[in-house]
């Protein structure tokens, strides 16, 4: 079972789809996608915390890894 929610998923999907409706498999494979995407984020934000010796990720932590992850 996935941690995000799939209506959250499919909300954003909408919005952002110009109100195109969405399918269970899409949002599935949508939300598959995104926790994949998360989870690297994670580690690479995480990395850059252990590499400048602290236990928190901080947001510059994250904005270093979304350039990385592109």
């Known amino acids: ?3 995000l929610p799939n ?5 954003l999907i ?3 789809g110009e109100g195109l409706r969405v399918s269970g498999s899409a949002i599935d ?5 995104t926790e ?3 989870a690297r ?3 690479e934000a ?3 915390a252990i590499a400048d010796k602290r ?3 901080m947001d510059t932590d994250v904005d270093k890894a979304r350039a990385k992850l592109g």
Do not use: E, G, N, P
Request: charged share 30%; proline share 0%; aromatic share 4%.
């Open 55 to 57: 236990k928190t990720i």
């Open 41 to 43: 984020l994670a580690r």
């Open 36 to 38: 994949d995407y998360l």
């Open 7 to 11: 209506a959250v998923v499919k909300r």
């Open 1 to 3: 079972m996935a941690d």
């Open 46 to 48: 995480h990395a850059s």
């Open 29 to 33: 494979k949508a939300v598959s996608a």
């Open 14 to 16: 909408t919005k952002h």
